[in-house]
């Protein structure tokens, strides 16, 4: 806080009604913007790794072996347009709360589907950042995905749960739906 | 006496609502997503010509007594970039060229591209197109053993113009036919076969090359790294799957 402590006995004129907490204050609104950054950051880097190579998006879901070849194409072609929206409307913290839920949904899948893969005895990359595929069976790296993807969970929960933050658009935005 | 009525509140509109952001959001997010699909569709299927020796349907490269032949099947899906196809194809390939000449075997070359994507090159799709150009000029083994023996060091390297007309010069095309060779490298008349190739693989589930093949078994990881030591385990491989 950076406003001076007021004393009682000081007689200022009406005093102006306490405002609502200035954006910008407080551990939450520092996590919110962590949250955010981390959250949005890594959407937006995934969504541009695929979108560039299309061909190879859409192996990395051919190799989970969980749907049949037009319905990966689909995936893997429209994936990385939802994962790019998605991080740019948290980078700039924009309809913050709808695009942690699609980012959270996101990760609920993308564990399931690394979870699905490595309980059938699969050795992929989980093509989480471009290209995956087939790798050697001493170099998947399952738990670290998964762990990784569950940490983009909690900040998504966080994030839908509180999506106020500084430093966003949903701020100057009209009060009221 | 009665209240008069509360004046109206006005809530004054700073700019959009929400609702309105996140509906042009929502449109525009499907839009461009449909837009991405619809560009990556092959509209006609797999339907562009190969060369001579391709199956249809991006089929791949078949050389041999034919599919329908009874002898072993072997499918090998690779792509050029790939350096364990490189090592898996400078242990096998001369024995797998013998028994080809020797109507012993028919195999199939499914030629995949996508490392282009990972690697941020073309040189998998230009490779892949000259191999078709080689086919044309009816050298297609012999090129195909010269891009693996020459792979780069550094993965991702690539593969320049001037080193495919070397490589069908030493294959033996010459004169006009290696005029053709090149015309053909340079135009990349096949890539539509080319990509079909590619799609045509993942339709059939391989998202990793070297993929070995015979008589619709895949060959697992162990019997792979043992024929990418020792040629001499061709034909006990070949032997298991039939």
Redesign the interface.
Known sequence: MTSAPTHAHHDAPAAPAPAPTPPGRGWPDAVGLVARLLLGGVLLAAGLFKITDLTGSVQSVVAYQLFPYEVARLIGTTLPVVEIAAGVLLLAGLLTRSAAVVGGVLMVAFVAGIVSAWSRGLTIDCGCFGTGGPVDPEDTRYLSEILRDLGLLALAGWLVVRPRSPFSLDGHLPKGR | MPRPPAPQVR?????????L??GV?VL??VL???L??AA??DPGGLDSQGTGSTLPEGGGVSLGPGTDADVTQIRIYEDFQCPWCGVLENSIGPALTEKIEAGEVNVTFQIM??L???LGNDSSVRAANAALCADDADVFLDFHAAVFANQPQQEGAGFTDEQFLRWAEEAGVEGEALETFGRCVEDLPHTGYVEDM?TRA??D?V??TPTLVVNGETVG?EEMSRLMQDPGALDEVLADHS
């Not at chain 2, 809530?11 to 609702?19: E, N, Q, W």
């Open positions: 809530t004054v509109s700073k700019g959009p609502s929400t609702a952001i996140g959001v525009v997010v461009v997503a449909a991405v699909w990556t569709r591209s996508f282009d994507g990972s590619q993942n339709q589930g998202t990793g990881n």
